[in-house]
């Protein structure tokens, strides 16, 4: 399971830092962030993107745009909005546990949308700021795996494409037909486990 995430707790953070100021970005903010507590993911993404025009270099804005997306289900989206808040972050700030969960929300976007290679990157990196994240501990080695599995399927599907072609005489028909429904139910079998994993197996991403 995923766990929740951290970005409600960090906005009022900021809200009561900014309680002076009530400009267009601060009300963005709020908004955005009492429509996410409700639940109601398309009105906080509508307030936190009015929130990344204000101030497009906060990277706060542009993660919590980016929690958002994901409890919409834009995966692609929510990783690129993820990568342009750990941009931003990078420079303004040296706080490495946020930075972490930037990079850990990046790896379940990226493995999301079966972008294994990439989401396995990103919770290295997020380990490397946050070594004790048991959640990035457990959803890399998972991405591990079903990467293994992948290419080991690739290599099982190259290797019976290649395998020369025997003369008729040499198999009978009736075994090559019980031979090629074998390799059918195994490459179907390991394609529902994949998926079966892909959709139960990780934790669920962090706020603020």
């Known amino acids: 399971m995923i766990n929740k995430m951290r970005c409600c707790s960090f906005i009022a953070a900021f809200v009561i830092v900014l309680s002076g100021w009530i400009g267009g970005w601060t009300r963005a903010m709020k908004a955005g962030n009492a429509a996410y507590v409700r639940g109601n ?6 307030a936190f993107q009015r929130a990344t025009l204000e101030k497009p270099d906060n990277p706060v804005a542009h993660y919590n745009l980016g929690t958002a997306l994901y409890r919409q289900g834009k995966f692609r989206e929510a990783a690129r909005t993820f990568q ?10 040296e706080d490495t546990l946020n930075r972490s969960s930037i990079l850990y929300n990046l ?5 999301k949308v ?17 070594p004790q994240d048991t959640d990035a501990h457990h959803n890399l080695a998972l991405a591990r795996q079903l990467l293994k599995q992948q290419q080991d399927l690739a290599q099982q599907q190259a ?3 290649t395998a020369p072609k025997t003369e008729p005489n040499d198999v009978g028909k009736a075994e090559a037909l019980r031979l090629l429904e074998r390799f059918s139910e195994n490459e179907n079998r390991l394609r529902q486990k994949l998926q079966q994993q892909r959709k139960s197996g990780y934790r669920r991403e962090k706020d603020w």
């Open 107 to 111: 790896g379940n976007a990226q493995f």
């Open 84 to 93: 342009a808040s750990l941009s931003r972050h990078a420079e303004q700030t």
């Open 114 to 130: 079966g972008d294994l290679t990439s989401a396995i990157d990103a919770y290295q990196q997020a380990l490397r700021f946050d």
């Open 41 to 46: 993911y398309n009105e906080a993404h509508a």
């Open 159 to 161: 290797k019976s494409s």
